[in-house]
């Protein structure tokens, strides 16, 4: 099992910056890979990024390509989204994941995805 707990969201002006993490508890989250979701008022909850068990692959949405990086500290357990260039079509409620089978591939579905935290808000303004 594994309990996830997002931080780090806010209220930002276009153009600026945040940065979220994510701790985790339980042993396996250094062996598994994990990934940033979002989801915007009235929308699907998509995949921002992923990133395999040791930070040797990552995915990238294409809206975020270039201006978010993934990566994640497994000694203390801790998983973080630096976001620069932020645009107001990036607000929503951010999401970080677990899955519990994978550890080398990076799932891009929420069905590929079996733990989940509570969510931090992210508002860009214009």
């Known amino acids: 099992q594994v309990q996830l707990v997002e931080s780090g969201g806010g209220l930002v002006q276009a153009g600026g910056s945040l940065r979220l993490s994510c701790t985790a508890s339980?042993?396996?989250?250094?062996?598994?890979?994990a990934a940033w979701f979002r989801q915007a008022p009235g929308k699907e909850r998509e995949f921002v990024a992923g990133v395999n068990w040791n930070a040797g692959r990552t995915s990238y949405a294409d809206s975020v390509k270039g201006r978010f990086t993934i990566s994640r500290d497994n000694a203390n357990n801790t998983l973080n989204l630096q976001m620069n260039m932020l645009k107001p079509e990036d607000t929503a409620v951010y999401y970080c994941?677990?899955?519990?089978?994978?550890?080398w591939g990076i799932g891009l579905s929420r069905r590929d995805y079996d733990y989940w935290g509570q969510g931090t808000q992210v508002t860009v303004s214009s």
């Open positions: 994941a677990a899955d519990a089978y994978r550890g």
């Open positions: 339980g042993r396996t989250f250094s062996s598994i890979s």
